[in-house]
């Protein structure tokens, strides 16, 4: 599945108020942009703004680069999860869906806080690079954390959610994990 598909479906279903311009740098693509956001495709031979010395890719910036990848870690853990990385995004994407419970609402979750942490990145990439601002990895990942509250509750607003319980222990508040 293609990062364009991947927008379309899994965000049509988040309110409108808390729709963002989501980008992806997908080496090597000509996929359009959109109604629904921003998706950018370019290539790039720029170095990764980390500092880590590679060529920055989408799947070394999302996925295999020491300090941003390092966010997925602190996600699983968080969530409890145990997710292999595999070398492309949408497979990652497909993994991380299918990590935890088999319930839809379950599954539903997981694709809000993957498109959280892969928006929270990308930020993180471009204020390092724009604004010459960084933030720390439990920085980025206390924003993912913020960010999901904030897009979850608006999605579902029947479900018990509670600050401090997302924070500490996502799906036992939700009584769904
Ligand atoms: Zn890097």
Same mark, same amino acid.
Do not use: C, H, M
């Given at each position: 599945m293609i990062a364009h598909q991947l927008w379309q479906i899994h965000f049509k279903g988040v309110p409108i108020q808390s729709r963002v311009p989501i980008h992806f740098i997908l080496i090597h693509s000509n996929l359009s942009i959109p109604q629904s956001g921003v998706l950018v495709f370019f290539c790039t031979t720029r170095l990764c703004v980390s500092g880590c010395g590679s060529l920055e890719s989408s799947n070394h910036l999302f996925l295999h680069c020491n300090f941003f990848g390092s966010v997925w870690h602190f996600i699983h853990r968080w969530l409890g999860l145990s997710v292999a990385t595999p070398f492309q995004v949408p497979d990652h994407f497909n993994l991380f869906s299918f990590s935890g419970g088999t319930t839809k609402v379950h599954r539903s979750i997981l694709h809000v806080i993957w498109f959280a942490a892969v928006w929270e990145i $990308?930020?993180?990439? =471009? =204020?390092r690079l724009f604004n010459v601002k960084e933030c720390s990895v439990n920085q980025v990942v206390d924003k993912i954390k913020s960010l999901t509250f904030t897009w979850l509750m608006l999605k579902y607003a029947s479900l018990p959610f509670n600050y401090h319980g997302w $924070?500490?222990?996502p799906f036992t508040i939700l009584d769904i994990g």
């Open positions: $990308w930020k993180e990439r =471009n =204020n $924070w500490l222990s």
